[in-house]
């Protein structure tokens, strides 16, 4: 594959020598503690930070769905299975994580979340550029993935973590631009990108969002909510090509 790539060759070689860069010329990033202090703690039927805990809801709901529709379909890459799969438990962790939010909770709010991220790269790489070593990248990317969140949670350095996320969120435009592929849809990828971009967005701004909705929903509650639209997209692309 790689022999008969030799843009995937050079990019390969450009990320390996950023990541690089990044960690010699950069000091670690800590996890902001703050972080964890999310505007919106209402509780709701004795359920604390409710508003947070429900909006995974639809994390379930499309990773179930999107995970019978790839069972209906035996020539489906099997990235999308485990991107689906990775999604579902995204619900359940992220409600553990909101239930009592601090660093050793979002240990379980993170792992799937990156199983999708790499998944999704997985997926994007053989359906674009070749299916041959799919198994492999699939192995390579998720190890990388999940070695991530465990590099962060025993040195609280999020640069590694950060660079696993927004390396792969990136490479969608990249890949989508380089190669061609047999299949239809793909701007729906676009779409679910523009959603996240957005979601991160909303989430940076958790206050001011729920000052400005008259305390009906927080800029953190929104984000999981259009998180959840931009793997929506992922699902209406597999459906419809």
Known sequence: MLSNNPRLILFTIIACLLILVIFISTDPVPQDLVYHLLIDQR????VPNFANIIS???????????????????EISIS???????????????????????NQTLVWDRLPMTICFMSL???????????????????????????????????????FYALIQFGSLLSIPLILSLYKSQYSHRHYLLY?????????????????????TDHLLSGHTIKHLLSAAATYCVYLMLKQR
Not at 56 to 64: E, K, M, R, S, V
Not at 91 to 96: D, F, K, L, N, T
Request: aromatic share 22%; hydrophobic share 50%; proline share 3%.
């Open 43 to 46: 509780q709701w039927f004795t």
């Open 56 to 74: 995974n809801l639809p994390f379930a709901t499309i990773g179930l769905s999107g995970f019978f529709l790839t069972l209906k379909n035996k």
């Open 80 to 102: 999308w299975h485990l991107f689906f799969i990775g999604l579902f438990f995204v619900a359940p962790g992220s409600s553990y994580y909101h239930l009592q939010p601090s």
């Open 121 to 159: 790269f997985s997926a994007l790489c053989a359906e674009n550029i070749s299916y041959r070593y799919e198994t492999v990248i699939l192995s390579v990317a998720i190890s990388l993935g999940l070695s991530s969140v465990i590099y962060w949670h025993y040195t609280n350095d999020l640069r």
């Open 192 to 212: 679910g990108l523009l959603f996240y971009v957005f979601a991160k967005v909303l989430e940076l701004n958790d206050s001011f969002i729920f000052e400005l």
